[in-house]
C-alpha cells in the first residue's frame, strides 16, 4: 500500500474541487450532513460556498481489537435548522472500507426518513476497497493508498506539546 501525502492547500483545492463538481451536475439539495470528524472541514467548507445549512452527524469506529465495522452513531444530528432538509448531500473526507458512508444512509432514513427525498454522497477520496461508490468525488485511488492529511499531526500532539512549540515559535518572533 502506497502513502499519499496531503498538504493544507491541496486539502482547500480538493473541497473547491469537489463544490464545483457538485454545482456542474445541477443537482439542488437544501442541507448538508456532514460526518464527524472527517467530513466536519469539507462540509464546513460546502456550507459556507452553497450558504445552506450544515448538520453533523459524529461517528465512532472502535480500535483496539475490535472491528473496523463496530460502527456507533450519536443519538441525534446536530444541526440549527428546525427540521432536516429534504434533498440531502451527505459529505465525508474519504471512503476507504465504505462502511461508514453504507451504513449512514439507512441510519438517517430511519432517523430522519420523513423529511427526506434524496441523498448523495460526496467524499475527496474514492478508494478501489470501498464497498460503496460515492455520487461525487475528487479523486478515484485504485491502489488504495494510506492518506496523510494536513490535520493528522494533531492526533499525535498534546496540550503540552503545542503550547511548548507556540511558546518556542513566540519567543524567537520577540528575539
Known amino acids: 500500500m502506497s502513502d499519499l501525502h496531503v498538504t493544507w492547500t491541496e ?10 463538481q457538485i454545482y456542474q451536475s445541477k443537482w439542488e ?3 448538508i450532513v456532514c460526518l ?11 456550507a459556507r460556498i452553497y450558504d445552506l445549512p450544515l448538520a453533523i452527524l459524529a461517528t465512532s469506529s472502535y480500535r483496539g481489537g475490535k472491528s473496523r465495522s463496530s460502527l456507533v452513531f450519536s443519538r441525534d444530528l446536530t444541526m440549527t435548522t ?4 429534504s ?3 451527505l459529505v465525508d473526507d474519504l471512503v476507504d472500507s465504505g462502511v461508514t458512508l453504507q451504513k449512514t ?3 438517517l432514513d430511519r432517523n430522519y426518513g420523513f423529511y427526506i427525498e434524496e441523498i448523495r454522497t460526496a467524499v475527496l477520496w474514492y478508494k478501489d476497497c470501498s464497498v460503496i461508490k460515492p455520487d461525487y468525488y475528487v479523486d ?4 488504495n493508498p494510506w492518506i496523510h492529511q494536513p490535520f493528522e499531526r494533531y492526533e499525535q500532539m498534546s496540550p503540552a506539546d503545542l503550547s511548548a512549540v507556540v511558546g518556542a515559535e513566540n519567543r524567537k518572533e520577540r528575539s
Do not use: S, T
Open 82 to 85: 428546525p427540521n432536516l432538509g
Open 140 to 143: 478515484y485511488l485504485p491502489d
Open 105 to 107: 444512509i439507512p441510519w
Open 36 to 46: 464527524a470528524k472527517g467530513g466536519l472541514r469539507v462540509g464546513d467548507v460546502i
Open 11 to 20: 486539502y482547500h483545492q480538493k473541497i473547491e474541487q469537489l463544490a464545483a
Open 29 to 31: 439539495f437544501n442541507q
Open 87 to 89: 434533498h440531502i448531500l
